[in-house]
Structure formats: structure tokens, C-alpha cells
């Protein structure tokens, strides 16, 4: 693999914009709604093509839920979208009692997930949004890494019959796939092969994953580095293949390291093939105000901070 | 069209309304009984209602339950299905008989109305103040397909203390929807106690009035009068419409009307005796009944 170059390209909440657009002109069931963020969220994308398909509603995330509840049940593909912090918590019942436990084909895509939000601060930072998807049973659960894999990954998911969660951020992503790369709902793509540890990670942290295999190349530990996009189902195939191979794992998540793509990894591992494991994330705390990049350095959300990780679970395998 | 549709379109029938809302009543107590819990007063405020709009002015079709042009009913007050369930029986979406499953392991009849297992129910609810949103939402995707159907919501007045209701309320009158005709079944009480001692929500009327909606007070066990005003508020050509049903939990059964203790907690047998008396059950079927009563 040749050198590891960090190019910026668009944040995850445009790709959804763009793959709405899209969207709208091959399904004219899809209906999308917004609670009075979509400058935020880039719904306005849609809202601007298909006046007639799109509603502002004001800020109500209960009555968002409610609404796409009605609409699916109707056979509309309703796409609601706020920050993933107002959705997820505050329409959290509504998505269980509404769209979870009736199994309807609801499609909630968020922004602003994790601490990458940056100076708006803790109340707008989405640190829980993957452990509240995850425990509403029949949920996929979606949270991906660059505008490539974001734009793809949506447009599955309005085809895919259930309901879905993805979560995007606000922040500009660095590339790791180009335009070509195809991604499949539930299947990991293993980005690089190595045999002492292998990195997992998703959303913003694959990149950092890769780039933290090639700061341990300089310490001598060949990393493995796969991105887990679809948290729910785990493409547990790969996962267990990883463990038969490294047998240790540092799993790297913007999010709390309860609940999360950290605890989905360590479940499957303990019940099949049981590894060391690390995991970077935020340790049971929110964030604050503060630039993207201060804040992933502060909180350790970093490379430097998943190659230490990994520096650790590689000396408790040896031990 | 079937029965129940061709029906729909014919002059309403009074009498053959109120022998329907009596086998309901008498429905509910026995499947209470039989569940051993469940919600008795709000099942039979919520009876008459229920009666007028199965039975005469819903269009749907039993024996096509998701048949894409019939109206919905958002059953907000879930814990009030028995009524609802019982219904659904009588206007043939499944047998009288099955009504006798509520709350049993593997029943289609659960506590509180699962949309996957029952035909004819049209929402999943239970979980207070989630109801009039799905209707909206319904309403809204009429609108998309060009349809005529209505999304009906019966909600509880207890439930008023939800904001989600307001929620939906603004967002009904700010779109103008009127194929969401709703029914406040306003029975002035909820679990903890009258609704005036928990979180009294007067002025009633005029809170929906404010939130852009029109209103119409009734009679909610007066046959006529129901069904005047359903007629009344599936015919708005600007603003939603609300009927402020005025009910007595727990109608129908001397002992229950107006004592809150059967909120939440079923008829014991000597209960269901005297309660199926009352409505004129015979000995043999109350015997039948009670002979599967712990």
C-alpha cells in the first residue's frame, strides 16, 4: 500500500444531501422531513428539488417520529433528520413504541454525530445516538466514514425494507475510499492487512485507524485496520476471521465506550472467539466547546492516542 | 363490497347501534374477567364511540384489512383496546370467540394493540400521547397519494398532559389538515386520580381552539349525537376538527361508573357476575364464562 495521504473531502451530512437529491428522482414515495435544522442536516438539498416531498416541520422531534410513523405505515419511505442528539433522545420512545416495535420502514438519518461538531458544545454533541439505535430491535444501524461511503450507504438504505439509522457528522471527513469503492449494508471492508492487532473502526475513526497502523509500522506491530460501517448487523465473519489472525483488537468509536461499536465487538468476541480488547472512545463523560480538531486531540480520539491502544493489547497478548 | 362498507352509506340504524355497543360492553367485561387485568372504564367510555365508528361511518372492509383506501382509526388510548378489540369482532376482522385470549401468551389480542398481530388495527399503541401524530401522519400521506380516505384518532384526556399531543395539534392546524377527524373520549379521569386533581387541563375547548382547531361538545354515549358529529368533523374544508366527547368511565356497569378503582384493575368473578347481569347477559353464558374464571 503505497504511503498513507490524509485528503480532506466533504463531511458525511453533504453526501446525504447529494443522495437525497438522487434519491427523490428514483422513489417518488420518499418523503423527507426535517425539525428545523435541515440547513444543518442538508436536507434543504431535497427540499429545494422536491418542494411538494419535504416538510420543515418546526422543532418538534416527537411529532417528527410520529409523523413518519403515519407516513410509512402508508407506504411512503419517510427520511427525518435533526441532529443525531435531538432525534435519538428526545424521539427516542416515539422511534420504539413507533417505528421499532411495528417494523416500519422508516429511514432516520442524523448530523452532527460525535464531538466533531466542535464549538456549539456538549448539549449538540451526539455521544449516545449509537447505543439508543442499537437497542431498537430490528434496526440496521449505519454510521459512515467519508462522503463516499455515506452517499452509497444511504441510497442502500432507502432500498433496504426496514427501518435504518445513520449517523453523520458535521465535520469535513478525510477520504478513504474513492468513487468507485462499493460498500454493502452489513459487511465490513478490511481497508489493510497485518497480523499483531487489528484496529476497527467507524465513522470519522477509520481514518484514524489507518493512520495509526502506519505509526505503529515505525514501532514494529503490523495493524490490520477494518471499517465497521454497519454496526447492526456486525459482519461478524469478519470480525471472527480477525480474531482468528491478530487475536487482539482496539475498536475506535466517537461515541461512549458503553454501548457502542466497542461493546457490539467485545459481545460477539466473548461469545465466539475471546481477544484481547481496547477500546477508544469517550470514557464516560461529554465534551465541550472547542475547534473539531482540539477536541479530538482532548478527548483522545485520535491516531496517536489508538496506536497506544494498540501498543497495549499487543503486550497483553504477548504476555 | 362487503357488509360492513354497504352498510356505511345506509341511514343509521339506532337500535342495531346500541344492541352492538351492549355486546361490546358485555365483550369487555368478559374478557377482562377472563384476562384477570386490563382497563374496564376506559374501554367502556371509549364503547359508543367505538360503535358509531365501525358501524356506521368508517369506510373499511373486514375482509380486507389493509385495503389502501379505508380509513385509518389511531386508537391513541391503547389501554382502552378490550372496546376497540371487541369491535373489530363484531364487525368481522376475526371471531367473537378469539376475544377470549386478551392478554394470553401467543394471543393476536395483546395488552395494548400490536398492529403486526391483529388485523384491523391500523397503529401500534400503549405509550400515551403518540396517537394523534401517527394520524397526522397518515393524513398527510393521503394527501401525498391524492386520496380520500380519513385518518381518524381517538385519544384520552389524559394524555392532554403530553406535549407531543401539541405537537401534533399545531402542526394539524398549521397544515390544515381535515381528513384527521379526532375524538377527545373525555371520560375526567386518568390512573392516578381525576384529571382535575392530576393536571387539570381545563379550559379544554379552548386550548384546541387556540391551537387553531374546531370544536364540537357532545354527548359521548348519545348514539345520535355521535354520529352527527363524526359526520360533523370528517367535513372540514380549512381546519382540523376535534369532538370533545363528554364520557363516564366505566358506563354501562353501575358499580364502575365513575369509581377509578376500575381504571387499571379488571373485574373479579363476583364483579363479572353482577356487571354481566346488569347488561342483560344470560345465565348460561354468564355461567359459561365464569366456569373458566379462576
Given at each position: 500500500m503505497s504511503a498513507l495521504v490524509r485528503r480532506m473531502g466533504a463531511a458525511s451530512r453533504d453526501a446525504y444531501g447529494k443522495a437525497l437529491v438522487e434519491l427523490g428522482a428514483e422513489n417518488p414515495d420518499v418523503i423527507v422531513m426535517d425539525a428545523d435544522l435541515s440547513k444543518s442536516t442538508r436536507t434543504e438539498k431535497f427540499g429545494k428539488a422536491y418542494p411538494e416531498r419535504f416538510i420543515d416541520i418546526g422543532i418538534q422531534e416527537m411529532n417528527l417520529v410520529g409523523l413518519a410513523t403515519g407516513l410509512a405505515s402508508c407506504g411512503k419511505v419517510p427520511f427525518i433528520s435533526s441532529f443525531a442528539c435531538f432525534l435519538m433522545c428526545k424521539g427516542y420512545e416515539q422511534l420504539r413504541v413507533g417505528v421499532a416495535f411495528p417494523e416500519l420502514n422508516v429511514k432516520v438519518v442524523t448530523s452532527h454525530g460525535g464531538i466533531s461538531v466542535g464549538e456549539d458544545g456538549a448539549s449538540q454533541q451526539s455521544v449516545e445516538d449509537f447505543a439508543l439505535a442499537l437497542t431498537l430491535p430490528g434496526f440496521t444501524v449505519i454510521v459512515p466514514s467519508d462522503e463516499h461511503s455515506a452517499k452509497s450507504l444511504i441510497k442502500q438504505a432507502a432500498r433496504h425494507k426496514g427501518p435504518v439509522y445513520v449517523r453523520t457528522s458535521r465535520a469535513n471527513a478525510a477520504l478513504v475510499y474513492d468513487e468507485k469503492t462499493e460498500f454493502k449494508i452489513g459487511k465490513g471492508i478490511k481497508l489493510r492487512e497485518g497480523k499483531d492487532v487489528t484496529l476497527v473502526g467507524t465513522g470519522l475513526l477509520v481514518f484514524e485507524c489507518l493512520?495509526?497502523?502506519?505509526?505503529?509500522?515505525?514501532?514494529?506491530?503490523?495493524?490490520?485496520?477494518?471499517?465497521?460501517?454497519?454496526?447492526?448487523?456486525?459482519?461478524?465473519?469478519l470480525i471472527l476471521s480477525e480474531a482468528k489472525t491478530t487475536g487482539a483488537f482496539v475498536v475506535a468509536e466517537e461515541h461512549l465506550t458503553f454501548g457502542g461499536l466497542g461493546s457490539v465487538v467485545s459481545q460477539f468476541l466473548s461469545r465466539r472467539h475471546p481477544s484481547f480488547v481496547e477500546f477508544v472512545g469517550l470514557n464516560d463523560t461529554y465534551a465541550e466547546s472547542g475547534s473539531p480538531q482540539e477536541l479530538m486531540n482532548k478527548y483522545g480520539l485520535t491516531s496517536a492516542n489508538i496506536a497506544l491502544a494498540a501498543q497495549r493489547v499487543v503486550s497483553q497478548k504477548r504476555r | 363490497m362487503t357488509q360492513e362498507s354497504q352498510k356505511k352509506s345506509a341511514p343509521a340504524?339506532?337500535?342495531?347501534?346500541?344492541?352492538?355497543?351492549?355486546?361490546?360492553?358485555?365483550?369487555?367485561?368478559?374478557?377482562?374477567?377472563?384476562?384477570?387485568?386490563?382497563?374496564p372504564g376506559g374501554s367502556l367510555s371509549a364503547t359508543d364511540i367505538l360503535t358509531a365508528l365501525y358501524f356506521q361511518v368508517m369506510r373499511h372492509d373486514p375482509k380486507n384489512p389493509k385495503w389502501a383506501d379505508r380509513d385509518r382509526l389511531v386508537f391513541s388510548k391503547g389501554h382502552g383496546c378490550p372496546a376497540l378489540y371487541s369491535a373489530l369482532a363484531r364487525a368481522g376482522y376475526f371471531s367473537?370467540?378469539?376475544?377470549l385470549t386478551l392478554r394470553k401468551l401467543?394471543?393476536?389480542?395483546?395488552?395494548?394493540?400490536d398492529v403486526r398481530r391483529l388485523a384491523g388495527i391500523d397503529a401500534s399503541t400503549g405509550s400515551l400521547g403518540q396517537g394523534l401524530s401517527i394520524a397526522v401522519g397518515m393524513g398527510l400521506a393521503a394527501r401525498f397519494d391524492r386520496k380520500d380516505y380519513f385518518s381518524w384518532a381517538l385519544i384520552s384526556d389524559g394524555e392532554l398532559n403530553e406535549g407531543q399531543i401539541w405537537e401534533a395539534a399545531a402542526f394539524a392546524s398549521f397544515h390544515k389538515m381535515t381528513n384527521v377527524p379526532t375524538i377527545l373520549d373525555y371520560n375526567k379521569y386518568q390512573l392516578g386520580g381525576s384529571c382535575k386533581e392530576m393536571l387539570d387541563m381545563e379550559p379544554v375547548v379552548d386550548k384546541w381552539k387556540a391551537f387553531g382547531w374546531e370544536t364540537r361538545e357532545i354527548n359521548g354515549h348519545d348514539l345520535r349525537e355521535i354520529h352527527d358529529a363524526l359526520l360533523w368533523a370528517k367535513s372540514s374544508k380549512s381546519a382540523p376538527r376535534i369532538i370533545i366527547a363528554h364520557t363516564v368511565k366505566g358506563k354501562g356497569v353501575s358499580f364502575m361508573e365513575g369509581n377509578n378503582h376500575f381504571h387499571g384493575v379488571a373485574n373479579t368473578k363476583d364483579e363479572t357476575v353482577r356487571a354481566l347481569k346488569e347488561l342483560g347477559e344470560s345465565d348460561a353464558e354468564i355461567a359459561r364464562i365464569t366456569g373458566m374464571m379462576k
Amino acid at each position: 500500500m503505497s504511503a498513507l495521504v490524509r485528503r480532506m473531502g466533504a463531511a458525511s451530512r453533504d453526501a446525504y444531501g447529494k443522495a437525497l437529491v438522487e434519491l427523490g428522482a428514483e422513489n417518488p414515495d420518499v418523503i423527507v422531513m426535517d425539525a428545523d435544522l435541515s440547513k444543518s442536516t442538508r436536507t434543504e438539498k431535497f427540499g429545494k428539488a422536491y418542494p411538494e416531498r419535504f416538510i420543515d416541520i418546526g422543532i418538534q422531534e416527537m411529532n417528527l417520529v410520529g409523523l413518519a410513523t403515519g407516513l410509512a405505515s402508508c407506504g411512503k419511505v419517510p427520511f427525518i433528520s435533526s441532529f443525531a442528539c435531538f432525534l435519538m433522545c428526545k424521539g427516542y420512545e416515539q422511534l420504539r413504541v413507533g417505528v421499532a416495535f411495528p417494523e416500519l420502514n422508516v429511514k432516520v438519518v442524523t448530523s452532527h454525530g460525535g464531538i466533531s461538531v466542535g464549538e456549539d458544545g456538549a448539549s449538540q454533541q451526539s455521544v449516545e445516538d449509537f447505543a439508543l439505535a442499537l437497542t431498537l430491535p430490528g434496526f440496521t444501524v449505519i454510521v459512515p466514514s467519508d462522503e463516499h461511503s455515506a452517499k452509497s450507504l444511504i441510497k442502500q438504505a432507502a432500498r433496504h425494507k426496514g427501518p435504518v439509522y445513520v449517523r453523520t457528522s458535521r465535520a469535513n471527513a478525510a477520504l478513504v475510499y474513492d468513487e468507485k469503492t462499493e460498500f454493502k449494508i452489513g459487511k465490513g471492508i478490511k481497508l489493510r492487512e497485518g497480523k499483531d492487532v487489528t484496529l476497527v473502526g467507524t465513522g470519522l475513526l477509520v481514518f484514524e485507524c489507518l493512520e495509526a497502523a502506519e505509526l505503529l509500522k515505525e514501532k514494529g506491530i503490523d495493524a490490520s485496520v477494518v471499517d465497521i460501517h454497519t454496526l447492526k448487523p456486525l459482519d461478524e465473519e469478519l470480525i471472527l476471521s480477525e480474531a482468528k489472525t491478530t487475536g487482539a483488537f482496539v475498536v475506535a468509536e466517537e461515541h461512549l465506550t458503553f454501548g457502542g461499536l466497542g461493546s457490539v465487538v467485545s459481545q460477539f468476541l466473548s461469545r465466539r472467539h475471546p481477544s484481547f480488547v481496547e477500546f477508544v472512545g469517550l470514557n464516560d463523560t461529554y465534551a465541550e466547546s472547542g475547534s473539531p480538531q482540539e477536541l479530538m486531540n482532548k478527548y483522545g480520539l485520535t491516531s496517536a492516542n489508538i496506536a497506544l491502544a494498540a501498543q497495549r493489547v499487543v503486550s497483553q497478548k504477548r504476555r | 363490497m362487503t357488509q360492513e362498507s354497504q352498510k356505511k352509506s345506509a341511514p343509521a340504524d339506532f337500535d342495531r347501534l346500541s344492541r352492538i355497543a351492549l355486546d361490546i360492553r358485555r365483550d369487555v367485561i368478559k374478557m377482562l374477567g377472563l384476562a384477570g387485568s386490563g382497563h374496564p372504564g376506559g374501554s367502556l367510555s371509549a364503547t359508543d364511540i367505538l360503535t358509531a365508528l365501525y358501524f356506521q361511518v368508517m369506510r373499511h372492509d373486514p375482509k380486507n384489512p389493509k385495503w389502501a383506501d379505508r380509513d385509518r382509526l389511531v386508537f391513541s388510548k391503547g389501554h382502552g383496546c378490550p372496546a376497540l378489540y371487541s369491535a373489530l369482532a363484531r364487525a368481522g376482522y376475526f371471531s367473537v370467540e378469539s376475544l377470549l385470549t386478551l392478554r394470553k401468551l401467543e394471543s393476536p389480542l395483546q395488552g395494548h394493540p400490536d398492529v403486526r398481530r391483529l388485523a384491523g388495527i391500523d397503529a401500534s399503541t400503549g405509550s400515551l400521547g403518540q396517537g394523534l401524530s401517527i394520524a397526522v401522519g397518515m393524513g398527510l400521506a393521503a394527501r401525498f397519494d391524492r386520496k380520500d380516505y380519513f385518518s381518524w384518532a381517538l385519544i384520552s384526556d389524559g394524555e392532554l398532559n403530553e406535549g407531543q399531543i401539541w405537537e401534533a395539534a399545531a402542526f394539524a392546524s398549521f397544515h390544515k389538515m381535515t381528513n384527521v377527524p379526532t375524538i377527545l373520549d373525555y371520560n375526567k379521569y386518568q390512573l392516578g386520580g381525576s384529571c382535575k386533581e392530576m393536571l387539570d387541563m381545563e379550559p379544554v375547548v379552548d386550548k384546541w381552539k387556540a391551537f387553531g382547531w374546531e370544536t364540537r361538545e357532545i354527548n359521548g354515549h348519545d348514539l345520535r349525537e355521535i354520529h352527527d358529529a363524526l359526520l360533523w368533523a370528517k367535513s372540514s374544508k380549512s381546519a382540523p376538527r376535534i369532538i370533545i366527547a363528554h364520557t363516564v368511565k366505566g358506563k354501562g356497569v353501575s358499580f364502575m361508573e365513575g369509581n377509578n378503582h376500575f381504571h387499571g384493575v379488571a373485574n373479579t368473578k363476583d364483579e363479572t357476575v353482577r356487571a354481566l347481569k346488569e347488561l342483560g347477559e344470560s345465565d348460561a353464558e354468564i355461567a359459561r364464562i365464569t366456569g373458566m374464571m379462576k
